[in-house]
């Protein structure tokens, strides 16, 4: 059963860019959807932006700042975000599920399984 580890948050100022990764342990995405999703304290799990058969996806708070991409392997998805603001301060977490066990993968249901998280905090 494939793990996900999230790495790559830290501590930015508003404006810089960040590159987050989720790596795959034991196996790849190739049978799964992939999806980025984060949740700011007090507040409930937001999906951001999923890979699938269809492709990539995102959501409306995610397009136009954030791109999610693979590696040639297809054990490590990437999610790069560009002028983050304070707003984006959250723990950013990488789930998957069965690729024939959903109807959308930005949605938090859906998800079967789920990495750790990693910390982004932006300051202003």
């Known amino acids: 059963e494939v793990q996900l580890v999230e790495s790559g948050g830290k501590l930015v100022q508003a404006g810089e860019s960040l590159r987050l990764s989720c790596a795959a342990s034991?196996?790849?995405?190739?049978?799964?959807?992939v999806g980025w999703f984060r949740q700011v304290p007090g507040e409930g799990r937001q999906g951001l932006s999923c890979?699938?058969?269809?492709?990539?996806d995102y959501s409306d708070s995610a397009k136009g700042r954030f791109t999610m991409s693979i590696n040639n392997a297809r054990d490590t998805v990437f999610l790069e975000m560009r002028r983050l603001k304070p707003e984006d301060t959250a723990v950013y977490y990488c789930?998957?599920?069965?690729?024939?066990?959903?109807?959308?993968?930005?949605?938090?249901?859906?998800?079967?399984?789920w990495g750790k998280g990693t910390l982004v905090t932006v300051s202003s």
């Open positions: 789930a998957t599920v069965n690729e024939r066990d959903y109807n959308d993968c930005l949605q938090t249901y859906e998800m079967e399984r």
């Open positions: 034991g196996d790849t995405f190739d049978d799964y959807a």
């Open positions: 890979l699938s058969t269809s492709g990539f």
